[in-house]
Nanobody, 115 residues
Framework: QVQLVESGGGLVQPGGSLRLSCTASRTIFSIYAMGWYRQAPGKQRILVARITTGGTTSYVDSVKGRFTISRDNAKSTVYLQMNSLKPEDTAVYYC?????????WGQGTQVTVSS
């Protein structure tokens, strides 16, 4: 059974930073590109950052220059460093393979950007 466990969310003021972590089963981590997704209230879940097994990264336009995705293959962990946070970044953040292949979602981690 694949497990995805996200952590690191919280309440932060606009302009602040957070670092999210996601630990995945070694089986999928060694094979698949990984992504960070987010779902804001009343909106669809979207992919915001992706990293291949080789370390190539890509981002949705709204987070380019502010978010950095990275992975530690030895720890089967993917990170999302989020800087210059904005209220519109408020969402539940999830990790999963990218593109999606049907693995269950984890519980996610809430990020709230508010003064």
């Amino acid at each position: 059974q694949v497990q995805l466990v996200e952590s690191g969310g919280g309440l932060v003021q606009p302009g602040g930073s957070l670092r999210l972590s996601c630990t995945a089963s070694r089986t999928i981590f060694s094979i698949y590109a990984m992504g960070w997704y987010r779902q804001a209230p009343g909106k669809q879940r979207i992919l915001v950052a992706r990293i291949t097994t080789g370390g190539t990264t890509s981002y949705v336009d709204s987070v380019k220059g502010r978010f950095t995705i990275s992975r530690d293959n030895a720890k089967s962990t993917v990170y999302l460093q989020m800087n210059s946070l904005k209220p519109e970044d408020t969402a539940v953040y999830y990790c999963n393979v990218a593109p999606l292949t049907g693995y269950d979602w984890g519980q996610g981690t809430q990020v709230t950007v508010s003064s």
